[in-house]
């Protein structure tokens, strides 16, 4: 082959290589550019769906805790509820048990009074005390039946007859009481107590009223200042058995002071009357 024959084909190629070289170079960018943009679009494609899925676990979590904590503030009102209902039953349970150990007790210690009380053939008060007029002096506290004690009121007033010459008297009150309602205890006493007017007319009225209260006899003493008086009186006291007859004897000696004040002895007895009182051998 001719020299020229071969530079012509030599040409020929090169000449054809740079034709398709740059003729294809333009394309191979764009391609390129193309396979990065989607590979980006890929890379961002694949963060949102990441972060999809994290904002949805989110979600799924906070709905999760949200119920969670809904249940547990239920479980705790329940909880709260089944506590006051357990305290409750608790408080009732203690307050049962603790009445009936008073019933218990106090129904043995009403029995063991009863069995122990034995009533008195002879009560009596013997005081020495100063009083103004109108005011109520209250002694006794004799425990004359099972669970009950005879008290003994008395008010001194005083008075003028016709003939212009003054006189004391003393009304009294006799009464039997429930131990509740004053507590006293013995057949003598040397104890008193006084009220004024008003706490007096409250107290006869609160004996009225009382169911357990009763009103047994009214004796009244009249006498002059510095004149001893005594008076004698029967009544009955009820009992279970029946009324049981007693005898009161009530003996004064006032002397008035110059201040208006009363210095009173007073002695009382209750005793059997003579009916009961067993006949003496000779």
């Keep these: 082959m001719k020299p ?43 963060e949102q769906m990441v972060s999809m899925q994290g904002r949805m676990l989110s979600d799924a979590e906070r709905r999760r805790m949200e119920r969670e904590r809904k249940e547990l503030a ?28 008073q019933a218990a007790a106090g129904a043995e210690s009403q029995e063991l009074e009863e069995e122990e009380f034995e009533p008195s053939d002879y009560y009596a008060a013997t005081l020495n005390v100063a009083l103004e007029l109108g005011m109520t002096l209250v ?12 008290f003994m009121f008395m008010t001194p007033t005083m008075g003028s007859s016709n003939s212009g010459s003054g006189y004391l008297q003393f009304v009294s009150k006799v009464a039997e009481l429930d131990d509740s ?15 004024d007017a008003e706490d007096a007319a409250s107290l006869f009225e609160g004996i009225k009223r009382s169911p357990t209260g009763k009103l047994l006899g009214l004796p009244t003493v009249v006498t002059n200042a510095g004149k001893e008086a005594v008076v004698s009186t029967s009544f009955q006291i009820p009992s279970d ?13 006032p002397i008035l002071g110059e201040d208006g004040q009363i210095e009173l002895t007073l002695a009382a007895t209750i ?10 051998e000779p």
Excluded: C, M
Aim: hydrophobic share 40%.
């Design 241 to 253: 058995t029946g009324a049981l007859p007693r005898k009161l004897e009530l003996g004064v000696l």
């Design 181 to 195: 309602e004053l507590d006293v205890s013995g057949n003598e006493t040397d104890q008193a107590g006084g009220f």
């Design 139 to 150: 002694t006794g506290g004799w425990q004359t039946s099972p669970g009950r004690r005879t």
């Design 74 to 101: 239920s479980l705790r009102g329940e909880i709260a509820q089944l506590r006051k209902k357990i305290q409750d039953q608790e408080q009732s349970q203690l307050l049962a048990a603790q009445k009936a150990k």
């Design 4 to 46: 020229t024959a071969i530079i012509a084909i030599l040409l020929a190629g090169a000449l054809g290589y740079f034709v398709n070289h740059f003729t294809l170079a333009p394309k191979l960018k764009v391609a390129q550019e193309t396979v990065v943009r989607l590979e980006t679009e890929k890379n961002a494609l694949q």
């Design 271 to 280: 005793s059997l009357t003579e009916a009961e009182n067993p006949a003496e």
